[in-house]
């Protein structure tokens, strides 16, 4: 109170309660640790005997993204990254200026970065899972910016793989020098995409010659992100039409800059926080990250594997979008009010609300299984499903909070802004559709991936999962089908398929954490959110449309929400 005037319309202190900012807090000031029992289900699951050493940084961490992290997101999306082109001489130093919010929030990421190599080794000594808790980092670093999220993470694991199989060792070391804090610094870009597309390395036109122990690449990126970075991976057109990964620094092997100029910056629609250019090359020094010309091993296989990581990168950012979304719309349901009563006891509203909780775990479920246990077929599928439901949940927010969502001083407009972007970063819908194609013809795929259903509608509890077990068998004679198809028809059908696989794939990691959650005396919850989604995706609700089944969803709406944030 005291930063606003009461307008004399308000009329009586009732009214003006109404208008009273502090009832409508959403995330930003809460501790997003301590608001999110599913976090922390997830975490006492995959950390074990290391959870109790994990939940003091897991704590600190919570506040950090919550406080500092979220308001500086707010701050530099108004004040978004600007190219200083020229100096006073008029000399090109293509130089990004980041804002003081953007280095202030990295700064709290960086002191706070579950991915630090030293951090790494501790959490392993002491019992931890280290990939579930750099799940957990990224996580609740994309609630509050996917644009920083990109910024750290972009192609690091990439350029320091590739250096460390190919680059010379004087080159090495500088690429270990630079990345000394992890992959996840803020210190890479990749650069693929060309006018002419970036899927379609046919039309790549960026060219390399050799000249002695390095190469000059000439070529032009047309979206390059993080262009602040320190060192990039740059695909470009040998003269015998291969195409190969290199190695490109801002300065020459001897300390004079290299060709490398900045054109612009992206003026994007979202994710303003992470810088995004056209990038210019001219006779730029470059290391070749693959074998020498005409031998085996191109470094693009190297590279999609990493690429994989990446979607699931990705992924994470659609469901830390799809998490924030719903802590501002269940935030705002209780506080506004509407026919006499809050919004949140609505049925409509508690109905979509639930729908929500229930989409948001899937999601959830998928990407942290993802990222913890690595399988070739799931990043594809993931990513098809999670990537897009950032955009719908950012949706169902801005619709919750009606007209107020649509203006940006309320933080759901750019929710939906940023979360646009998702289903376009490392491989739109068709790309994706189109690697689980190529992983299942190639590398027979779907094998372990149906196992690893199958393992987890193992650990369901007690009298529970047959639905899902019914659509395994469903998900293996439509794969069987899809084999026998046209070519032309096979890949047609390919997204149906992959939603399928999406739809059981999810169904079954909230069985296996239902499981989990109830031999461990932590309730029935989960076996809820399991038995909705199966109902919701799975289930035949024939000529009704479900309209005569029960209403789990709205007899059980407390549970949910209370599962899902705690206030």
């Known amino acids: 109170m005291g930063r606003y005037l009461i307008e004399p319309f308000d009329g009586s202190a009732n009214h003006g309660d109404r208008y009273a900012t502090e009832r409508y807090q959403g995330a930003v000031g809460r501790d997003w640790w301590a608001i999110d029992p599913t976090l922390r289900l997830l975490m006492r699951r995959h950390l074990g005997d290391g959870y109790g050493w ?24 108004r004040n978004p990254p600007r190219l200083e082109k020229y100096d006073r001489w008029g000399r090109d130093v293509s130089q990004v200026v980041m804002p003081p919010s953007f280095h202030t929030a990295r700064e709290a990421m960086m002191e706070h970065n579950f991915l630090n190599p030293a951090f790494v080794r501790q959490a392993l000594d002491n019992g931890a899972n280290s990939a579930a808790l750099g799940a957990a980092w990224t996580y609740l670093l994309d609630q509050a910016d996917i644009g920083m999220g990109c910024a750290l993470g972009t192609g690091g694991d990439m350029v320091v793989s590739l250096a460390e199989k190919h680059a010379p060792p004087d080159v090495l070391a500088r690429v270990r020098e630079i990345f000394a804090n992890g992959f996840y610094s803020g210190e890479a870009a990749q650069m693929f995409t060309e006018r002419t597309g970036g899927s379609d390395l046919a039309a790549l036109e960026t060219s390399a010659v050799q000249d002695g122990e390095s190469w000059l690449l000439n070529g032009f990126k047309w979206f390059a992100s993080n262009a602040n970075g320190s060192a990039f991976v740059v695909l470009a057109r040998l003269a015998s039409q291969e195409v190969k ?26 994710t303003r926080s992470v810088a995004s250019a056209e990038v210019e090359f001219t006779d730029a020094e470059a290391f070749l990250l693959a074998s020498a010309e005409g031998s085996e091993g191109s470094g693009l296989g190297t590279m999609m594997k990493l690429t994989n990581a990446s979607r699931l990168g990705v992924a994470m950012m659609g469901v830390g979008v799809a ?17 006499g009563k809050p919004l949140i006891q609505q049925p409509l509203m508690r109905r979509k609300l639930a729908e929500l909780i229930v989409e948001v775990e899937a999601a959830q479920a998928m990407v942290f299984d993802g990222l913890i246990n690595r399988q070739r077929l799931t990043p594809a599928v993931i990513k098809l499903r999670v990537a897009r439901l950032g955009v719908t949940a950012a949706t169902d927010a801005i619709e919750i909070h009606g007209g107020n969502g649509y203006i940006e001083q309320w933080p759901v407009a750019r929710l939906l802004r940023d979360a646009q972007v ?146």
């Open 245 to 270: 990964p290199f190695l490109v620094l801002w300065e020459r092997r001897d300390g004079s800059r290299n060709g490398v100029r900045i054109r612009r910056l992206k003026d994007k629609l979202g």
């Open 54 to 77: 994990a939940v003091p940084y897991l704590e600190e961490l919570g506040k950090v993204t919550g406080g500092v992290v979220a308001e500086c997101a707010e701050e530099t999306d």
């Open 323 to 339: 998490r924030r979304a719903l802590v501002e719309a269940i935030c705002y349901a209780r506080a506004r009010e509407a026919f």
């Open 422 to 567: 998702n289903p376009i970063w490392e491989g739109g819908d068709n790309i994706l559709c189109l690697d689980v194609r190529r992983a299942m013809l190639r590398e027979n795929a779907h094998e372990p991936f149906l196992d690893r259903i199958e393992t987890a509608v193992s650990q369901a509890p007690a009298g529970s999962g047959d639905l899902v077990r019914e659509r395994i068998d469903d998900l293996r004679k439509a794969i069987t089908a899809w084999s026998s198809l046209s070519p032309e028809v096979a890949e047609a059908r390919l997204f149906p398929l992959a939603q399928l696989m999406a739809d059981v794939y999810a169904a079954a990691l909230l069985l296996e954490q239902a499981g989990w959650e109830e031999r461990n005396g932590h309730g029935d919850r989960k076996t809820l959110v399991a038995r909705l989604y199966a109902d919701t995706h799975l289930a035949d609700h024939g000529p009704l449309r479900g309209i005569d089944r029960p209403a789990e969803n709205l007899e059980r709406f407390d549970d949910l929400v209370s599962g899902a944030l705690t206030l």
